[in-house]
């Protein structure tokens, strides 16, 4: 069987800006040392935590990561990020909470060293698709999805065979009134047989002084048959 690649996540973003008693939104960079935020919140079914991870950036998205100035703080909600680094990756702040229950609102909250703070506000959603059949006839194929918002868009749907000279499906389809529906023709070059699903809402909403990414995904298998 050919190995299921991650997809690059379940869920819709709430965004506004925090402002007044003391909590204020960072300025729009305007200079090669402003800083750029990264924030990821990435989760998998089945998975016991749900990941969360910020990345701070020198003068931009594509520039060098780094850490925040001594005596800042990040927090999701309240719990506080620490600080590490890879050496691909370079440096970021992580940490997992636990994912029963992590449905819903939450805050990412950065303080400075002066005592500034900014938060970001957003809601997550982990979606579940409804039981599928051990197999499935060619044709129109529809699956089942609760617990994305009306306005959560396309899921991204990958669908791979056991034939390695077939091309695996990899699309972008829209959920409709809790359905998420494959045209039969865009099954034509899977091969009958074992089918592994993957399927991963994964939205990134630009920000003034960022990019939010939101990610959720779950894994299925079934027969194909004609």
Same mark, same amino acid.
């Given at each position: /069987?050919?190995?299921?690649?991650?997809?690059?996540?379940?869920?819709? %973003?709430? &965004?506004?800006?925090?402002?007044?008693?003391?909590?204020?939104?960072?300025? =729009?960079?305007?200079?090669?040392? =402003?800083?750029?935020?990264?924030?990821?919140?990435?989760?998998?079914?089945?998975?016991? *935590?749900?990941?969360?991870?910020?990345?701070?950036?020198?003068?931009?998205?594509?520039?060098?990561?780094?850490?925040?100035?001594?005596? %800042?703080?990040?927090? /999701?909600?309240?719990?506080?990020?620490? %600080?590490?680094?890879? #050496?691909?990756?370079?440096?970021?702040?992580?940490?997992? !909470?636990?994912?029963? #229950?992590?449905?819903? $609102?939450?805050?990412?909250?950065?303080?400075? $060293?002066?005592?500034?703070?900014? +938060?970001?506000?957003?809601?997550?959603?982990?979606?579940? &698709?409804?039981?599928?059949?051990?197999?499935? $006839?060619?044709?129109?194929?529809?699956?089942?999805?609760?617990?994305?918002?009306?306005?959560?868009?396309? !899921?991204? !749907?990958?669908?791979?065979?056991?034939?390695?000279?077939?091309?695996?499906?990899?699309?972008?389809?829209?959920? +409709?009134?809790?359905?998420?529906?494959?045209?039969?023709?865009?099954?034509?070059?899977? +091969?009958? #047989?074992?089918?592994?699903?993957?399927?991963?809402?994964?939205?990134?909403?630009?920000?003034?002084?960022? *990019?939010?990414?939101?990610?959720?995904?779950?894994?299925?298998?079934?027969?194909?048959?004609?």
């Amino acid at each position: /069987m050919k190995a299921i690649p991650l997809l690059s996540f379940i869920v819709a %973003a709430v &965004l506004a800006a925090g402002c007044g008693n003391g909590v204020r939104e960072p300025k =729009a960079a305007a200079d090669p040392a =402003a800083v750029y935020y990264e924030y990821q919140v990435m989760g998998e079914e089945g998975e016991d *935590s749900v990941s969360c991870r910020l990345q701070c950036r020198r003068g931009g998205a594509a520039g060098p990561t780094i850490l925040l100035d001594p005596g %800042a703080t990040v927090l /999701m909600d309240s719990t506080p990020l620490a %600080a590490d680094s890879a #050496g691909f990756s370079g440096f970021y702040y992580e940490t997992g !909470l636990p994912a029963a #229950g992590f449905t819903g $609102k939450h805050n990412w909250t950065l303080t400075d $060293k002066s005592g500034h703070s900014s +938060k970001l506000p957003f809601t997550f959603n982990a979606f579940t &698709l409804a039981d599928i059949p051990a197999q499935l $006839k060619r044709g129109d194929l529809q699956f089942e999805v609760s617990g994305l918002p009306d306005d959560a868009g396309r !899921l991204h !749907l990958l669908l791979i065979d056991t034939a390695w000279t077939s091309n695996d499906l990899n699309a972008l389809l829209p959920v +409709k009134n809790g359905r998420l529906t494959v045209p039969a023709a865009r099954l034509a070059e899977l +091969k009958s #047989g074992p089918i592994s699903l993957e399927l991963r809402y994964d939205e990134t909403t630009p920000l003034e002084t960022g *990019s939010l990414r939101l990610s959720y995904g779950l894994r299925r298998s079934f027969d194909l048959v004609d």
